[in-house]
DNA sequence: CGTGTGTATCGTCAATCGACGATTGACGAT
DNA sequence: ATCGTCAATCGTCGATTGACGATACACACG
C-alpha cells in the first residue's frame, strides 16, 4: 500500500471565505510591494503548480507533493515555506500530518492587485 | 528646462485591444510555466511601479522613469529590459526615443491565469 | 561634423535562489 | 522503548538577480 493512504478532511477551516482581501489600497507604494512579494512567491512553475494542487484539493501533505514531483522532500518543504511565508496557503499545526491549504483571502487580494494594474 | 520635454505620443499603436489572451489553456504544466514567468517579471516592486506608470501613461520613456526612481539608468534599463523579455511591455525601437508602453495582452493573459488558480 | 541626449550593453560584485543530502524532531504504531 | 513515517531545518554549491559605473551606440540638431 501507499504509505500515504490519502489524507481525511484535515485541511483548514472548510468554507471560510473571508474576502477581506478587497478593502486595502490597490494603488501605492505599499501595493507595489504587496503585489511584488506576492508574486514572487508564485515565480516558479513548482510553486504555482502545488498551489493548483491545493486549490483543487488533491493534495494535503508535503508528501503527496513529493509523490507528484520529481523533487526531493527537502525542496518541496521549501517551496512550501515560500508559500506560507507569502500568506498564500496556510498550514494546520495542530493535526498530526500538517495539512496545507490555500488562503482564499491572499489570493484574491493578489487577483485584485493585479487587476488594478 | 527639462532635457526631457514631455514626449509627444510615441506610444504602441494606441487604442489597440488584442485580447487574443484568454484563448490558450489555463491549466497545464505550460500554464504553469507562462504564469511563473509573467509573476516572476512582476516580481520587483520597482518594476511594478513600472508596470504601474506605463499603464496609467505617466511614462514613456526610460529617462522618464529614472527621473522618478532613486536608481541608475542603467538599473531601470535592465528592470525595462525584464519587463520586455517577459512580453509585458513593448518597445518602438524606432528611434533613440525609445516610446515603451504596456502589452495589453500579455497582461490580460497574465490576469486570466491567475483567476484560474 | 561635432555635440548633446537617450538607451543599451558590459563587467563587476554582493546577495539571493533553487536544489540537494543529511540530520533532527514529532508522532503513531508496533 | 523502538521503529517508521512525515516534515522542517541546516549546510553547501552553482546559478541567477539586482545594483552600479563605465562605455558604446543611435540619432537630432547645430
Redesign the pocket.
Known amino acids: 500500500m ?4 490519502i489524507p481525511d478532511e484535515l485541511c483548514c477551516p472548510a468554507g471560510s471565505e473571508p474576502l477581506d482581501g478587497v478593502a486595502a489600497t490597490v494603488e501605492s507604494p505599499e501595493a507595489d510591494a504587496e503585489l511584488a512579494a506576492l508574486a ?1 512567491a508564485l ?5 504555482v503548480r502545488i498551489v493548483r494542487m491545493l486549490a483543487r484539493r488533491e493534495a ?7 509523490d507528484e514531483l ?13 508559500l ?1 511565508a507569502a500568506g498564500l496557503i496556510v ?1 494546520n499545526e495542530s493535526s ?5 491549504c490555500i488562503a482564499p483571502a491572499a489570493l484574491t487580494r493578489f487577483k485584485a492587485l493585479l487587476q488594478a494594474l
Chains 1, 2 share one sequence.
Open positions: 501507499s504509505p500515504h493512504p514572487k515565480a516558479h512553475p513548482v510553486r494535503r501533505m508535503c508528501s503527496h507533493i513529493v520529481p523533487l526531493a522532500q527537502s525542496t518541496v518543504s521549501e517551496h512550501l515555506r515560500v506560507k498550514a498530526p500530518r500538517v495539512g496545507y
